[in-house]
């Protein structure tokens, strides 16, 4: 395994009665808050009142900005930043998904810069050591941006999507409540459950020439919980232990606890953000098309012995005798999962994205080089694993 430091220092209020420690937190930081949200489901859920009822009620200054995108804009983080420069806002409060804490922390980082461009940070690959403090309050179990130091920033005029990274990112306080995914649509929660089981995915194995026995064991329990509450929350969507399992399983899966020794390799997130980036697909389900193919693709003697004991650990599949039987299973147990469980569909035609843009996707997505992983994949690589989703 490789040395790692171990340091998040975000803040996380979980469970029911939370809510009335925001206001005491947002005063840590000054008076002026700028409240982003999406696209009104903080309406509806009753949430938006809550927030602008205890802020009111201490004193506290609340701007906004709304209309966050799922797959955040450049040019919306922009204009909150400009909101902060010019109303000289303490602290940056997200309530909503991933997409709303991304474009907060995004917002935080081009507030303090002259330009207050995000993209002159995202295009550069800056690592963000200054930024305003950022509160979240997460709606979505999904991206763990609740408790991690990434904003992903979409350009669309350039077809762009790009982690934005930095210590200074990480939330300083995160309320969680459960209750607040009851809202969730079923489609988002299969988004959001599956972006979580690949954000382990993608770090899984990755511990070096030694195992990293411990973090292994633990990621393989964090997917499992998935699997197991993920059915159980789409079916009722009131169920509050389902709901809580997934939405600590989001912030487990990339508060760094999980991929401590690990080697980054992020293959399919490095290959879905192409596809989103290009048409504006969920994350989470473009990650779901992906998968099965990558794990496919990669597979050889190689690699057939850690991706059966995956199948066994994480699916509860039989011990097979013959690692590639065994590898086979466990591919067939997620697409199982993908394209029966959670019901998404399974190809990349479906979402009526075909050939057109492959190979300038797969260039990006390698960045240069090669994606690292279980196997490293070559731009040409990548290509076939694209067709393979048609
Ligand atoms: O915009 P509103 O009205 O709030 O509706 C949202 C949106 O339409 C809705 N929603 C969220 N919570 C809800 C709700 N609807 C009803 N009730 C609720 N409680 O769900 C839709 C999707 O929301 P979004 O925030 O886009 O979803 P998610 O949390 O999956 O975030 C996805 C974004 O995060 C990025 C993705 O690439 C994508 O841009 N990621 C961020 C990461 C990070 N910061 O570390 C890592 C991830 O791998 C990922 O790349
Ligand atoms: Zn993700």
Redesign the pocket.
């Known amino acids: 395994m490789n040395d790692f430091i171990f340091h998040n220092p975000d803040k996380v209020y979980f469970g029911r009665n939370i809510m009335e420690n925001l206001p005491k937190e947002l005063l840590k930081f000054g008076k002026k808050v700028l409240m982003v949200?999406?696209?009104?489901?903080?309406k509806?859920?009753g949430l938006y009142g809550l927030v602008k009822n205890l802020c009111n009620d201490n004193g506290i200054e609340l701007f906004e900005l709304s209309g966050?995108e799922?797959?955040?804009r450049h040019t919306t983080a922009n204009k909150g930043a400009e909101i902060c420069k010019k109303e000289d806002i303490d602290v940056v409060l997200a309530v909503?998904?991933?997409?709303?804490?991304?474009c907060a922390?995004g917002i935080a980082a081009a507030a303090v810069i002259e330009s207050g461009n995000v993209w002159d940070l995202v295009s550069t690959g800056t690592w963000v050591t200054d930024a305003l403090p950022v509160v979240a309050v997460l709606?979505?179990a999904?991206?763990?941006?609740e408790m991690?130091g990434?904003?992903?920033i979409?350009n669309m005029e350039t077809n762009e999507?790009i982690?934005l990274g930095g210590s200074a990112l990480i939330p300083k306080v995160a309320f969680e409540n459960p209750e607040?995914?009851?809202?969730?649509?079923t489609y988002?929660t299969a988004?959001?459950a599956f972006?979580i089981f690949n954000?382990v995915l993608d770090n899984y194995y990755l511990a070096g020439d030694a195992t990293f026995d411990m973090v292994l064991e633990m990621q393989e329990a964090v997917m499992r919980s998935v699997v197991k509450w993920t059915p159980i929350a789409m079916a009722e969507p009131e169920n509050y232990e389902a709901r809580a399992n997934l939405m600590w399983a989001s912030s487990m899966a990339?508060n760094t606890i999980l991929d401590a020794g690990t080697v980054h390799g992020c293959a399919c997130?490095a290959m879905e953000?192409e596809l989103?980036a290009y048409y504006d697909i969920?994350?989470?389900h473009g990650l779901a098309i992906l998968t099965p193919r990558w794990l496919e693709y990669i597979l050889d003697e190689t690699t057939a012995p850690a991706i059966a004991r995956f199948g066994v650990k994480v699916f509860g599949l039989p011990e097979n005798e013959n690692a590639m039987d065994g590898a086979k299973s466990a591919i067939n147990a997620v697409s199982d999962f993908c394209f029966n469980t959670l019901g998404l569909k399974s190809t990349l035609t479906e979402l009526e994205i075909d050939t057109t843009h492959f190979k300038a996707m797969a260039e990006h997505s390698c960045n240069g080089g090669v994606i690292t992983g279980l196997k490293n994949l070559t731009p040409a690589d990548v290509e076939k694993i694209y067709e393979m989703c048609l």
């Open positions: 949200y999406g696209g009104g489901s903080i509806k859920n966050v799922p797959n955040p909503g998904g991933g997409s709303t804490i991304d922390k709606t979505n999904a991206t763990g941006s991690d990434w904003a992903v979409s999507k982690g607040y995914s009851y809202t969730l649509p988002q988004c959001g972006d954000h990339l997130h953000h989103s969920t994350h989470g």
